[in-house]
């Protein structure tokens, strides 16, 4: 039977942990932390996931701002909003939630925020010093896993990790950070795509199994090894119901730990931007 690894429960304990920061800051006469995200357009994950992060901030004492802009925005009225975060000092961090409507080039928006300010991790700059190991913001789903690892004990350290998926935001930074030599790493990691060959074979070698490929159900009893640690990236609609790309009843009795979906790592995330918006507050005061 494998261990449920809680996203509800391990975010809770470290919302608390941040939350009595937040208290130690005001104490000390330094500003809350001020969170803002840019929300374009309509899609009703992406307005969950924003509405989500604004609540969470409340409940740790920041403050938030949320801007909401029309689906048919311009890219330039996109970068004049960009521009004003940029420049105002009450706004410690903030987020372009994606995906972007199909006029805006992603990569310009990513740009065009203040690393000092880019609390997702998502600039090239703080993508480099996070694969260099340097001070930066860390993507927050890839820290959010990180620490969902870290609140149960297991440590990757010489372990075996396969990566399923290599988007910019999950697959790839967690290949960096589980591979880098840091307290979170030191596994040997294989990051595997749609093109991999023999991919049950590989999976079936992983002691920690990350799989963030958006299909739902993909993984079963035939990709797993007994006794791996498998982590759930997966937020699939099917009928109306959320699902993981894990079918977690076929490996319940195989994996020694899995996280589940709902409930695992997309409270995890929002506790990934928590730490770095606090790590913004922190930096500036
Ligand atoms: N869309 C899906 N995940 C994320 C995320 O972590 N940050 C942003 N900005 N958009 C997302």
Do not use: W
Not at 106 to 117: G, S, Y
Not at 140 to 159: C, M, N, Q, R, V
Not at 219 to 232: T, Y
């Amino acid at each position: 039977m494998a261990l449920i690894l809680s996203g509800k429960e391990a975010a809770n304990v470290f919302k608390k942990e941040i939350s009595i920061k937040v208290d130690r800051r005001l104490k000390d006469k330094k500003k809350r932390p001020h969170l803002a995200a840019i929300l374009v357009g309509n899609n009703p994950a992406s307005s969950v996931y924003v509405n989500g992060k604004v609540k969470d901030c409340a409940e740790v004492g920041f403050l938030s701002t949320l801007i909401r802009l029309e689906e048919d925005v311009t890219e330039i009225e996109l970068l004049k909003n960009i521009e004003r975060l940029n420049s105002d000092t009450e706004i410690h961090g903030f987020i372009v939630q994606l995906p972007l409507p199909k006029q805006i080039n992603e990569k310009r928006i990513l740009l065009a925020i203040d690393p000092m300010k880019d609390v997702d991790g998502f600039h090239p700059e703080n993508f480099g010093r996070m694969a260099l190991g340097l001070p930066t913001y860390i993507p927050a789903t890839p820290y959010g896993i990180l620490l969902l690892l870290e609140y149960f004990g297991i440590d990757a350290s010489g372990k075996r990790a396969v990566v399923l998926g290599r988007s910019n935001i999950v697959g790839s930074p967690m290949s960096i950070l589980l591979s880098s030599n840091s307290k979170f790493g030191n596994a040997t990691v294989t990051l595997a795509h749609s093109r991999t060959h023999d991919l049950e074979l590989l999976t079936k070698s992983a002691d920690i199994l990350i799989v963030a490929i958006g299909k739902p159900l993909f993984i079963n009893q035939s990709h797993v090894k007994e006794g791996a640690v498998v982590v759930d990236v997966g937020i699939n609609r099917v009928d109306g119901k959320l699902k993981g790309d894990v079918d977690i009843d076929s490996i319940f009795n195989i994996a020694s730990a899995i996280s589940p979906v709902p409930g695992g790592v997309g409270l995890m995330t929002r506790v990934g931007l928590l730490m770095n918006t606090l790590l913004a507050a922190d930096d500036r005061e």
